[in-house]
């Protein structure tokens, strides 16, 4: 066989693992108590720390959370949420208000199919504040992380940091454990300043529960909307 032809076989093999490993990543909202061991996490960041980055920058900085710390942490951002959730207010915006078409119509979409798989209308408060606190639980992962960034470096930065996330979960992926990025624990910035000892100069990005999803629970079985390419793609000649 010739070279090329050897190397073009090879890379539609690797091109099938890859397309299989991003399209299988899906966020997972409950997980199984099976230890992640030190090594495996070091061995998904080794592999993220690739990610690209505006001129190289590298903006990202990450808090493993596993143990005890988990443990501490997860208690007090629950009893923090419990004690005024309309206290919290996260370092940076999730969404303009109001958000408007035709992401709102997503959003209400993804959030409807959330709460009837795990039970919970959005007419139901209470239960809405229940299920939120199971993010502040890292989902019950037996390991979650923390993600800060200085907060003197711009808005394209957060790119870079999509770029670093992303190669997280799809090393993770890769490796049969799964994931949920969470931007809410952005909410709990000053516990974990004060847990974490970081600086006031940094901000809290993101969370992120890692470990062996739960697929008995309905909202790990989801099916989410994707776009078709024509609906986000316009190819120019």
Known sequence: MHANAKWEESAVARSTIVDRVMMERRAKRGFLKDPISHETVRNILSAARYAPSSSNTQPWKCHVLTGDARDRITTRAVDIFRAGPEKLAPEYPFFPQPLHDPFIGRFNLFRGQLGDAVGVPRSDKYGRLKDVERQFRFFEAPVGMIFTMDRKLEWASFICYGC????????????GLDTCAQQIWSLQHNMLRDELGFADSDMVIAGLSLGYADNSLAENNMTNHKLEINEFVKFVS
């Open 164 to 175: 670093f996330l992303q190669s997280l979960m799809l090393a993770a992926k890769a490796r």
